[in-house]
């Protein structure tokens, strides 16, 4: 999945991915979030029975997110900038039945651009 997303450094504006989406209340996603004076933050979330967890953050992160790209490849999770060595990897468990994903917007100072969603080796 290819994100071009694009925010202003307010409090609350956010941008990412949803993935592994089974339903509602049970899902993975991973969020831009814009810090002022700095790069943004990454952070990965786990969303089970409704309750969200932080699994994982990297602060700071430099890759171009115009050219961003989450890849799920068994229990790796691997957020990138496309054609970069750029990269932030988590282990998470392989999702067990099918799944959707999407797009996140928090706030209202988000727009996508280009999205691509597809598989790939």
Do not use: C, H
């Amino acid at each position: 999945m290819k994100i071009q997303p694009q925010w202003w450094l307010r409090s609350g504006n956010q941008s990412g991915l949803v993935y592994d989406y089974e339903d509602a209340n049970n899902y993975r996603e991973v969020r831009f979030v814009p810090v002022p004076d700095t790069l943004p933050d990454v952070r990965f979330y786990d969303i089970r029975a409704g309750k969200r967890t932080l699994v994982a953050q990297f602060s700071q992160y430099q890759g171009d997110l115009g050219r961003t790209y989450l890849a799920r490849r068994g229990d790796v999770t691997i957020v990138g900038e496309i054609g970069s060595e750029r990269m932030v990897v988590v282990s998470q468990a392989a999702a067990t039945k099918p799944v959707r994903v999407g797009l996140l917007a928090s706030w209202n100072y988000v727009a996508f651009d280009d999205v691509v969603i597809g598989s790939g080796p």
